[in-house]
């Protein structure tokens, strides 16, 4: 029995241990140099503060006279690079575009990654900055994984004319324990609570607080929401429980086949298609 017990206490620590080590991990900052703006591109490097003490840097791609801006925003461990194949496809159809680094990512400074929390407020400030440059513009945007998130779980919703959202995780709970259980199978949701336990102790928030599902309710413009009819990291039906939340106008795209990827990589011009017809009818590009 004393040989049990003990044998139960050493794996309980090391347990422990490892999902300490995890935890610290999965919110370090991904920084990197994002190296020179793409040459076929004409880009403008802007900063702009964010709270929480960072500045945020971005790239800015000026489209035509009285045409609206559309917002992107990366996912994860990411940066704007990530959506340089919808900065171009969208500059080409005349829309001016801001991509631009989350904090704690490329190339903007931040002490942790937050899944969104503190994201959200580098989302509301790229809203903000751009409505500086361009007053009179619509405003669109799209958010991919963690940027959707960021545009759902602020103080309010990004507060945009058109809003797409790409492989949306519907609570944090959720996606940690999707995650873990790819790597660990059904125990993974039993270690699950042991990352979610750190978010309030590590980074200063309740994890509850990270609910997009929560926040698409509240959403008071079109949605364009995108999942992959194979991903296993937001689940397809996570994916339609948020579809179901959202308020009319919406619109729900399931990519066949594709997993929790790059979307536009994955469908190509048939993705090209959906997010130009969306903003073209939200945006009334054009006076429609």
Same mark, same amino acid.
């Given at each position: 029995?004393?040989?049990?017990?003990?044998?139960?206490?050493?794996?309980?620590?090391?347990?422990?241990?490892?999902?300490?080590?995890?935890?610290?991990?999965?919110?370090?900052?991904?920084?990197?140099?994002?190296?020179?703006?793409?040459?076929?591109?004409?880009?403008?490097?802007?900063?702009?503060?964010?709270?929480?003490?960072?500045?945020?840097?971005?790239?800015?791609?000026?489209?035509?006279?009285?045409?609206?801006?559309?917002?992107?925003?990366?996912?994860?461990?990411?940066?704007?690079?990530?959506?340089?194949?919808?900065? @171009?496809?969208? !500059? &080409?159809?005349?829309?001016? #575009? *801001?991509?631009?680094?989350?904090?704690?990512?490329?190339?903007? $400074?931040? /002490?942790?990654?937050?899944?969104?929390?503190?994201?959200?407020?580098?989302?509301?400030?790229?809203?903000?900055?751009?409505?500086?440059?361009?007053?009179?513009?619509?405003?669109?945007?799209?958010?991919?994984?963690?940027?959707?998130?960021?545009?759902?779980?602020?103080?309010?919703?990004?507060?945009?004319?058109?809003?797409?959202?790409?492989?949306?995780?519907?609570?944090?709970?959720?996606?940690?324990?999707?995650?873990?259980?790819?790597?660990?199978?059904?125990?993974?949701?039993?270690?699950?609570?042991?990352?979610?336990?750190?978010?309030?102790?590590?980074?200063?928030?309740?994890?509850?607080?990270?609910?997009?599902? @929560?926040?698409? !309710? &509240?959403?008071?413009?079109? #949605? *364009?929401?995108?999942?992959?009819?194979?991903?296993?990291?937001? $689940?397809? /039906?996570?994916?339609?429980?948020?579809?179901?939340?959202?308020?009319?106008?919406?619109?729900?795209?399931?990519?066949?086949?594709?997993?929790?990827?790059?979307?536009?990589?994955?469908?190509?011009?048939?993705?090209?298609?959906?997010?130009?017809?969306?903003?073209?009818?939200?945006?009334?590009?054009?006076?429609?």
């Amino acid at each position: 029995m004393k040989r049990a017990a003990a044998a139960l206490i050493a794996v309980i620590i090391t347990i422990s241990v490892v999902a300490l080590w995890a935890g610290g991990l999965l919110v370090a900052p991904e920084m990197s140099t994002v190296g020179q703006p793409p040459a076929d591109l004409r880009v403008e490097a802007v900063t702009f503060p964010s709270k929480f003490s960072s500045t945020i840097h971005g790239w800015f791609v000026r489209g035509h006279d009285g045409w609206p801006v559309i917002v992107l925003m990366h996912g994860v461990r990411a940066n704007r690079l990530s959506m340089m194949s919808r900065a @171009r496809f969208l !500059a &080409a159809a005349g829309y001016s #575009v *801001l991509a631009f680094d989350f904090q704690a990512h490329g190339e903007s $400074p931040g /002490a942790h990654i937050t899944f969104g929390h503190r994201e959200a407020y580098d989302a509301e400030a790229a809203v903000k900055f751009v409505r500086g440059l361009m007053p009179s513009a619509r405003v669109g945007a799209i958010g991919s994984s963690q940027g959707g998130a960021a545009a759902l779980v602020g103080p309010r919703p990004l507060e945009v004319d058109a809003l797409v959202l790409e492989a949306v995780y519907a609570t944090l709970e959720e996606a940690v324990a999707d995650r873990l259980v790819l790597r660990f199978g059904s125990l993974g949701r039993y270690v699950a609570p042991l990352l979610t336990l750190q978010v309030k102790p590590r980074l200063g928030f309740d994890p509850a607080e990270l609910r997009p599902i @929560r926040g698409i !309710a &509240a959403v008071r413009c079109p #949605v *364009l929401l995108i999942a992959g009819s194979e991903d296993t990291r937001t $689940p397809l /039906a996570e994916s339609k429980r948020m579809f179901d939340m959202a308020p009319q106008p919406k619109e729900l795209w399931v990519v066949t086949g594709a997993g929790h990827v790059n979307f536009h990589r994955f469908a190509g011009s048939q993705y090209e298609e959906r997010v130009l017809s969306f903003f073209s009818r939200s945006l009334k590009v054009g006076g429609g």
